[in-house]
């Protein structure tokens, strides 16, 4: 998946995708020349782990 399927999928911007990238609290990033491509697996995955974190800890 693209940058920018990846941020409309997320609800944010294509800045907002590479700023995470960037700073690690985004898995799955493939830099191929100037374009960075996400694996859908490895983003699912990273997010239903976020999501299980986030209603331990409440």
Known sequence: MT???L???LHCSRRAVYD???RG????ALRVGR???FM???VI???RDSERR???SQ
Not at 25 to 28: A, E, I, K, R, S
Request: positive net charge.
């Open 25 to 28: 609290q985004l898995p799955g």
């Open 54 to 56: 986030s209603w331990r």
């Open 20 to 22: 995470r990238v960037y």
């Open 3 to 5: 940058a920018d399927e």
């Open 40 to 42: 859908r697996e490895s």
């Open 45 to 47: 995955a990273f997010l």
């Open 7 to 9: 941020a409309a999928w």
């Open 35 to 37: 374009r960075l491509y």
